[in-house]
Structures are given as C-alpha cells and as structure tokens.
C-alpha cells in the first residue's frame, strides 16, 4: 500500500514561515560551521574563532527572535506542517535560552581559571607542575569542540520547546541529549569521575530516552497521530482504551521527567552535576531545566488538558517526592557541587506545581521560574569555579569554611545567591516561588503548596549551613584558594547576580513577557 | 520605582516616613565604609541613630490621634499585575513601636560602645547591621501592603541572623542559635505567604481584581465563610506564634537571646518580637475577625500557659540572659491574653504593653550586661552581695527588676493591670489564672535580686568561691575585703549612667503618667476592636 500512496500523492514541501523560526535556523546552522571550523582551521586560531561565532550566533538569534517578536501574532502560530509552533511561550523560553546559554557560554570559554581550561585534550596529571599548565594554556591547548557541542545542544533545547508533535519532540531530545553526553565527558582527562559521569548520563539518558519513546507510540496507538493537538481531540471524544492514553502519557512524562531532573527519576543528577567540568554543569544545570520544563509545560497543556484531573494526583505525588528527596538528601551532601544537585531536585519539585496548575497564571509563572533559577544557578556554579586547590577545584563544602574572611566579595555574591535559591525576598528566586504557589493556591492546590512550604524550610537549611561555614566558622589552615577570575567568568557571574536582583526587586517587566500569551493549538 | 515622586503626604509635602524609613538604611551603609576606625564608626552610627529618633519624633507630632486611622500614607505600584504595591503608613498602634524602635537604637549602640566582639569582627560591621536591622523594622511596622510586610518579615531575618552568629557568644552554639532563629522565622513567614496568597486568590474571586493593600484585604476577607476564614487565619498566626513567641512555638528565642551579644538580646525581645503582637493587631483581628473570634480560646490557652511556663522556667534560670528571654515569654503571654481578649481596656493595656516590656525587659537586659561585663559571667551562681560594691547598678537592677514584676508606680502596672482588668470582663478563668503569673514574677525577680546583690560578698566574680566576708585566720589574710572587691569591679561609669537614664525616667514618667500614651493607642485599638465587631465604649479604655 505505501509505494501506492506516494505515488499518488506528489511529495510537497511544507511551507515554512522562515521569519518564526530564524533563531533556531541560526544556532543550528551556526553549529555546522563551527564543526567545519573545527576540522579547517589551524589550532591555535581556533579558540577565538569558535568563541567569536558562538558570540555572533547568540547574538543575531537573540536579534532575529526580538525583529519577530514586534510583528508576531498574539495567540501564535505553527508552522512546517504543525511541527514546531512558534507561539509566546516558546518564544519566551527560546529567549531564556539564548540568555542563559550566553551566560554558560562565557563560563565555558574562560581558559584563566582552569589553568588551560577544563577542556584538555592530554592527560594533565595532578602533579603536573604549573608551568606545564600555563604551557598548555599558552599554546591554546583547549579542546573547541566544545562550541559546537554548545550551539548544537542549544539547538536541539530550543527545538524541544516549540515542538507541537511528539516524534519532532522526540528527535530535539536526541538533538540536545547527545552533544551533553560528550561535554559532561569533556574533563576525563583531568579527573577520571568525569568519565564515569558522562557514562552513567549517557546510559541512564538513553534508559530515558526509550521511555520516551514508547509512550509515543502507544499515543500514537492511541490517537492515530502524534501531534499534540490531535491527541487531545481523541482524548474528548472516542471509545478508544483509556489503558493507551494513560500508559502512553505515564512513559511519555517519566522521559521528560528525567531530562528535568524530577525526583524520583533524578538519580543521575547529583553524580553528573559532579562529575561534569564545572561550565558544562552550569549550561546543564540552567538550560535542560528549561527546555524540559518548556517541553512539560506544552505536552500537558496541549495535549492532557482535558484529562488533567485523571493524571493530575499523580504528579502532586511526584512533585511532593521531587521536593522532598532533594530537600532531605540536600542536607547530607558535603560536595557543593552534588548539593546545588539536589537543591536542583527540590527546585523541579516547585516548578512542577507551577506546571499542572495549567492555568495562565501557572504558565508565566513556570516561565518567570525558569529564567530566574537558570541565572542564578549559572552564576553559582560560576562561584564554584574560583574556589580552587593546588589540585582542581575544591568543591568538598569543608573546604569553604571561613571563605568570607579571605575573599569577602566571593562570599558575599554566593550568600546572595544561596539566599535566592532558598527563596528569600528581594531576590528573583522568591518572586519565581511566589508565583507558582500563587498559582497553585488560585487551582485548588493548597495542600501541594503548604508541602512545598515545609520543603523550603528544609532546604533553606542546607543553604544556610553554607553560609555558616563561610562567615562563622575559621579557615582550614591549607585551605583553598580563591583564583582571581578571568573578565569572561567575572561577566557571567555578574550577569547572573544582577539578574537575581533585579528580578526579584523589580519583577514586573518580566513577568509581563512571560505572562503574553497561550499556547498555540 | 518611582517611590519619591508617588509617596507623598497629606498635609506636608516631605514624606518624613519615607525618611524614617530609609536614614537608617543609609546610616547602615556609610558606617559599614569605616572598617578601620571603630570610632568614627561608633560616632557616626550613634548620629545617625539619634536623627533617626528626632524623625520619629516628627512623626509622632505630625500625627493626629483623632484623625484617620491610617496616616502619612503613601504608595506606588510595584508589581501591578499582581496588585503589589510598595506602601507605607502609620496608625497609633505603629507609631508607638516607631518611635519605641527611635528611642532604643541609641540605648543600644551606647550599651554596645565597648562590646567584645569575637576575633576578626569589626565595630563597623556590627554597628551597620544594627543600623540596617532599625530600617528594616520600621519599614515592617509601617507597611500597608501584605505583600510588603512578608517581604519586610523575612529580609528583616538576614542581618539579625548575621548578628547572632557572626558577633554573638563563642563557638558552635551561636552557629546554632543563629540558624534555629532564621528557620522557624522562615518557615512561619512561608505559612504566611500560603495565606496571603489565599487572601489574594478570595479577594480575585469577589472583586475580580486580585490585591495585597491591607485595607482592601480587611474589608473583603473580613466577610470571607468562617472556613475559608480559618484556614487563612491559622498561616498568620503561626507566623505571628514563633515571633511573638507563644508556647510551643517559642524555643528558640533563649538560645537566641543567650547567644547574642547584649544590644542584639534587647534588639531581639525588645522589637523584633514585638511584630508578633503587633501582627495579630494588624493581621489576625481586623483580616480574620470571626476567625479570631472562634479561635481566641486556644490562644488564650497558648498564652496562659506561657504566663506560667515562662515564670516558673525564668526562676529555674541560672543563666541571667536566659532567664530575660523567658521573662519575656511570659510577658508575651500576657500580651496574648490582652490581646485576643477583645475589650477596649485589655486590648490597650496589650499594646501599651508592648512598649513598656521593650523599655523593662530591655533595661534588664542591659544591666544584666553591665554586671556580666563586670563578672565576666551570666551565670547568677557567680555572683552575691554586689549591692556592696556596685550601689548604682544594684539599684538600677532593682528598679528593672520592680517593673519587670509591674510593681505600682513603675510603667508596667498599668499595661498589665489592664489586661487583667480587661481580660477578666469578658475572660475571668484566663485572666485569673493569668494572674498566678504575676505572683510568680515576684518570685522570680526577688529571688534574682536576693541572690545577686544582697548578703555577704561570694562567688566567682570576685575571684573566690567562699565568702569574703568573714574570712578570718592566717597571716596576710584580707583585710578589707570589700575594699579589695571595689578595686576589682565598679560601679557605672558615665556612658553606662547616659544609656540607663533615659529608661529609668521613662519607667517612672509612664508609670506614673502614662495619659499621653494611651491617648495615641485608644482611637487605633478602638478600631481595631470594632472591625472585630466589638461595641466600643469612648469613656473605657482612657483612665
């Protein structure tokens, strides 16, 4: 039959409304460039090369994305027959990313702090004597592939937010998932848990990835379709086996689940944030988040509206136990890297409830909380970087005590953003709260809501035992030392906290973007 | 934020709360420059503070008792999606603690002139906080946004925090306190925010227009079905409960008070605590108010119960900061009773309350310091006979003491004698047995007294265990042993005499006068009792 058919049917192709999707067209084609960059040009233009496109590419998307946005219709639009819809919350989230992958991208490339840069392609050994270093950072031994890695990764998120049928859904997963895998691996050469994380996320992620993939083809047994909106048609009105929707949707939801790290499939997150050279986790951290936020947001919105009261006690459980396995495990973790982990678990947990109250209100309050949680944490882990050992970073949390006696400023701006991970007043983090429990509370969720509370409290803890070790306790003799940061990870840093700040004094403008419109159907 | 040009007054054109509000702010950033000169930083601190105070002043004088209950009101948008706006005003009730808070940033920073800080600790720092921790207070007492106030609530934790565990008492436990005291702070602040959602989300659905403005929040949910009126009540009042602190909810206020240094323990019982009354005041009745109805019992119950295991755990203290700290429970306690009470004499007598217990407690506090920095101990067994060495500051303690247990004539009698007198109209088994507790404060205070400053010269202050007096037998043995105990301790010197003056002449002026007080507080509690839907009596209340 189907040689058939395609014989009848002469092949058109879809039109495409190139205007919308400009932004994702150049970081994707930017990505192929670079890779041509990568095998053309001599070593030691590289780096300035691939930094310069990498730049130039967030930059022009960024500018394609606000010249669409003047003339852009309200309610929103799809386009390539349906596949990717390019409506305000995907607009909002491809900004988000944009700005958020810039501000990684800075911390990637600075080659100062990491003497040569994470990213080496000899083995470095412990004992490697500093002016072995400084030569590897001299003759530009960094490995560049990690620009394209970057642009590609960015593709494949911003893809994964604005796609409307699954099987687009499911190739931007690939598209973003694979290029992480190699990053989190990029520091093997450096420290051997590198390795083991890029391992463990490449076959836990693949685990994932298959789940994905058969809940969209049971949907697609399901709703003959694997477009969003048809799944939901079939949804209001068949005699089709309810088995199918709800098996297809369960598998679908732990795929995505597991991308934004949700307990309690959030396993791989804690050994991977680890594990991963410190930038590639904070471009991790702070873009999966989103793009897997973006992607629940429109699967359920789109898609399970119309059953959400059959799925929805489901996820308060899941929320309720993302909330608590990464407020309590938080509280045990002596790496701070492994304890933003968890606290990365909690905050799934919050955004979750945002996310099933489906109401508008639910939405920009989703949205606000990605961007805001992705600034500090690149920030953070921004921090991260500076806190060093003769060995590498020291990022065991006992390492930190009495931090504020020898570098007040350092200290300063990481209490700052603990306090805006804990939810404190004034900062961006405490409005994002605010605004998805408002949400929940306006959906009839207040029982969800006072549990996210009392995990709050919780986690506030582990930020504060923080900040306790670096103003009150007294510094370890050999402690570490506080590298002066290179002017690419000062910008990100500063970037990041001013963003918490004016976020969380000042939220309104912002809050206005993400509040502009619905999902396109 | 356009704060400047939107906030403006009727009347005057100078926003002078405004002023109150962010001088000390501004104050708490310019000493924290002067890291290297202690003194320039103490000097500046203490100018700034006493400013502060003649502002306070202003506000006070600019506000009409008979006029409006909100006064000096100002606001500007600050979120407008979600009816958040930055707004500030003052009724009586606010005013009293405004200019409380003025007077006693002053005292404060005086008695902290010559603190001993922990290693590496600068007076800059310390004094900027304090500074910081005035603004953010005021800011809280003046707020008429909810929104607002929570905000207020919380950032005001973050330099008390700092305060405790960076300059406070040695080692661990101050890490400890610091972190007890910011996490029930925090989690009682959430469980408000729960609940000043909610409020939002009701007043959505009645008026269309969600808003966090608290005259608007008090007119609609103040109708709300008792239900609903519960479920957002009890948010508040858990927040209010750990601040104020009532029993069970009060634990960490004596690690807390014991681990500060002095000035930050009376800042803590003295004002920071003093928001949990005044939230109930501001909050829980006028908001809530068939809520408050239904639950007063088991507030009242709360409070009782506080009036009594706060005494008779003060009088099983050794530790003289502690023992403060649970003084002050059961005087929260008494607060309580007054306030849930619902009679215009009690409901005065509470608030007026609240300003005594900050000028008594506090002095307490204070002199408590003074004999520890004498000592160098807070434990009371270290001490006795002081009264023969040390006339002044004895007396002093006395006095402190006699209000503390509100002996006639000194400024507490008349608040808690109010309360009971109130209290016992519409509440005679609560106010009965809360009168067991003012049996007990006599108990307590004395018997600290008895051990402290009378009988024979003892304990370890004076560098023996045995008793000096009388010591005979042996060559050279002392003998003038209390010449010997002059020259190791002395009475108040002339700093301490200025920081404990003002108070003394406050305790006696307002126990014997305190007409001018209560003229502030009457209108405001009068219409704070009747959006309860309590008839108020104009002649009660004002003798």
Redesign the interface.
């Known amino acids: 039959m189907a040689p058939l058919l395609l014989a009848d049917t002469a092949v058109q192709a879809p039109a495409i409304n190139y205007g919308a999707v400009a932004p994702l067209l150049i970081v994707l084609g930017a990505g192929c460039v670079s890779v041509l960059f990568e095998a053309f040009l001599p070593r030691q233009t590289r780096w300035g090369a691939q930094l310069t496109l990498s730049v130039l590419t967030l930059l022009a998307a960024g500018l394609s994305l606000a010249l669409y946005l003047k003339g852009a219709p309200s309610g929103g639009i799809t386009t390539i027959s349906g596949a990717i819809a390019v409506d305000r919350p995907a607009l909002f989230l491809w900004g988000t990313l944009l700005a958020l992958g810039f501000a990684a991208l800075l911390l990637i490339a600075d080659r100062t702090t990491e003497r040569g840069s994470y990213f080496v392609a000899h083995n470095s050994p412990a004992d490697a004597s500093l002016a072995q270093r400084t030569q590897q950072a001299l003759f530009g031994d960094m490995q560049t592939e990690v620009f394209p890695l970057t642009l590609f990764a960015l593709g494949g998120m911003m893809t994964f937010t604005a796609a409307n049928d699954l099987l687009t859904m499911f190739i931007a997963l690939e598209v973003l998932s694979l290029p992480l895998y190699l990053m989190v691996g990029m520091a093997r050469r450096r420290r051997l848990i590198s390795q083991e994380a890029a391992l463990k996320y490449f076959l836990l992620g693949a685990f994932a990835s298959a789940f994905f993939l058969y809940g969209l083809a049971l949907l697609y047994g399901y709703a003959n379709s694997v477009k969003l909106s048809d799944i939901a048609n079939a949804a209001t009105g068949t005699s089709h086996s309810d088995a199918l929707l709800f098996g297809g949707l369960g598998l679908l939801v732990v795929g995505l689940m597991f991308k934004g790290s949700v307990g309690p499939f959030h396993t791989w997150t804690p050994d991977v944030y680890q594990g991963a050279p410190t930038p590639v986790t904070a471009f991790m951290g702070a873009c999966t988040k989103v793009a897997a936020f973006g992607a629940i947001l429109r699967v359920m919105t789109v898609a399970f509206k119309v059953t959400s009261w059959e799925w929805r006690g489901v996820l308060w459980a899941v929320a309720i136990a993302s909330m608590f396995i990464g407020a309590v495990l938080g509280l045990t973790q002596t790496d701070v890297k492994r304890m933003i982990a968890y606290s990365s678990v909690a905050h799934a947990g919050f955004l979750l409830i945002g996310a099933i109250a489906l109401t508008h209100n639910g939405l920009s309050g989703t949205l606000f909380y990605l961007l805001a949680y992705g600034f500090t944490t690149v920030a953070a882990f921004g921090v991260v970087t500076l806190v060093r050992t003769a060995d590498g970073e020291a990022s065991h949390l006992s390492s930190w005590a009495g931090l504020a006696?020898r570098s007040p400023l350092l200290a300063a701006v990481f209490t700052f953003l603990l306090?805006a991970l804990a939810g404190?007043?004034?900062t961006s983090g405490?409005i994002g709260k605010?605004l998805v429990?408002?949400a929940g509370?306006?959906d009839g969720m207040?029982p969800l809501?006072?549990v996210g509370?009392?995990a709050?409290?919780v986690a506030?803890?582990f930020y504060?035992?923080v900040i306790?070790l670096m103003?009150?306790?007294d510094p370890a003799p050999d402690g570490p030392t506080v590298s002066v940061p290179g002017p690419f990870t000062t910008a990100a840093i500063t970037l990041g906290v001013l963003v918490t700040l004016v976020l969380g004094?000042?939220?309104?403008v912002v809050?206005?973007w993400a509040?502009g419109g619905g999902f396109a159907l | 934020m356009n704060i400047s040009t939107a906030v403006s007054i009727s009347g005057s054109g100078f926003p002078w709360l405004l002023a109150v509000i962010l001088w000390p702010l501004l104050g708490g950033v310019i000493v924290a420059f002067f890291k290297n000169d202690a003194r320039l930083a103490k000097l500046t601190a203490i100018v700034f503070s006493l400013v502060e105070f003649a502002l306070t002043l202003v506000v006070l004088f600019s506000y009409h008792a008979s006029g409006a209950r909100i006064q000096l009101a100002g606001s500007a948008d600050w979120i407008a999606s979600f009816g958040v706006h930055f707004s500030f005003g003052v009724d009586g009730i606010a005013l009293i603690m405004l200019v409380m808070l003025g007077g006693l940033t002053p005292i404060v920073l005086g008695a902290s002139w010559q603190e001993k800080l922990p290693e590496g600790r600068s007076m800059a720092g310390f004094f900027s906080l304090i500074l910081v921790m005035e603004a953010l207070v005021m800011a809280v007492f003046a707020a008429t946004d909810v929104f607002l106030f929570y905000v207020l609530f919380e950032i005001m934790l973050i330099p008390m925090y700092f305060l405790i565990g960076g300059y406070g008492g040695p080692g661990l436990r101050r890490q400890y306190a610091a972190v007890k005291f910011f996490l029930y702070s925090f989690l009682g602040g959430l469980l408000m925010l729960a609940s000043a959602i909610g409020c939002w989300a009701y007043v959505e659905s009645v008026t269309g227009t969600g808003t966090f403005d608290w005259a608007t929040l008090t007119r609609v949910v103040s109708h709300a079905p008792l239900g609903t009126q519960i479920w957002l009540f009890m948010g508040f009042f858990f927040a209010f409960a750990i601040k104020a602190p009532l029993v069970p909810f009060h634990t960490w206020l004596p690690d807390a008070v014991q681990e500060s240094p002095v000035g930050v323990g009376v800042f803590l019982v003295g004002v920071l605590d003093k928001v949990g009354i005044y939230g109930f005041l501001r909050y829980c009745l006028p908001m809530f108010p068939d809520a408050s109805k239904t639950l007063a019992p088991l507030v009242l119950v709360l409070s009782v119960i506080g009036v009594l295991y706060g005494s008779l755990l003060a009088a099983g203290q050794s530790d003289m900061k502690r023992f403060v700290a649970y003084v002050s429970i059961a005087h929260f306690g008494f607060m309580g009773v007054g306030v849930f009470a619902f009679t215009s004499q009690s409901e005065v007598g509470a608030v007026t309350y609240m300003l005594n217990h900050s000028i008594s407690t506090g002095m307490l506090l204070l002199v408590v310091g003074m004999i520890a920095v004498r000592g160098r101990s807070f434990k009371a067994e270290d001490y006795g006979g002081m009264a023969k060495v040390t006339p002044l500051l004895a007396g002093c303690f006395f006095l402190a003491g006699l209000t503390t247990l509100s002996l006639p004539g000194t400024n507490s009698f008349i608040s808690e004698f109010l309360v009971l007198l109130g209290s016992y109209e519409t509440q005679p088994v609560y106010a009965i047995l809360a009168t067991i507790g003012m049996v007990l404060a006599a108990l307590y205070v004395l018997w600290l007294v008895q051990r402290i400053m009378t009988g024979p010269l003892r304990g370890k202050a004076f560098g023996a265990d045995e008793p000096l007096v009388g010591v005979t037998g042996g060559p050279g043995a002392a003998t003038d042993p209390l010449g010997r105990a002059k020259s190791m301790i002395s009475d108040l010197n002339g700093r301490e005499k200025l920081v404990l003056a003002p108070m003394v002449i406050l305790i006696l002026l307002l126990g014997f006068y305190p007409k001018p007080l209560l003229d502030v507080v009457n209108p405001s509690v009068g219409a704070t009792l009747t959006s309860v839907g309590v008839s108020v009596d104009a002649n009660q209340g004002g003798n």
């Open positions: 006696k306090l404190i007043p004034l405490f605010w429990f408002s509370i306006e207040a809501v006072v509370l009392i709050s409290t506030a803890f504060l035992r306790v103003y009150f306790s004094v000042w939220p309104a809050l206005g509040g």
